[in-house]
């Protein structure tokens, strides 16, 4: 964690993995968590119930 919550009331802020590189979190449970690489580079770590299927409707919309 660089810089953020690492569980308490969820994991948000900023953090860094050697796979990952340097991302921006805000999710509640691991399991339940999706990342998003933008075109500039940068990446998000977000969280929903139901991430497959978030991931599915993102992706369809990328490719329309």
């Known amino acids: ?9 969820g994991w948000y802020g900023w953090f860094s993995e050697k796979s990952l ?7 509640g449970k691991a399991s339940d ?4 690489t933008l075109k500039n580079g940068k990446k998000y770590m977000l969280g929903c119930k139901d991430a497959p299927e978030m ?3 993102i992706n369809e919309k990328i490719n329309q």
């Open 1 to 9: 964690r660089i810089c953020g919550s690492g569980g308490w009331f």
């Open 21 to 27: 590189g340097k991302y921006f979190a805000y999710y």
């Open 33 to 36: 968590c999706f990342l998003v």
């Open 55 to 57: 991931v599915n409707e």
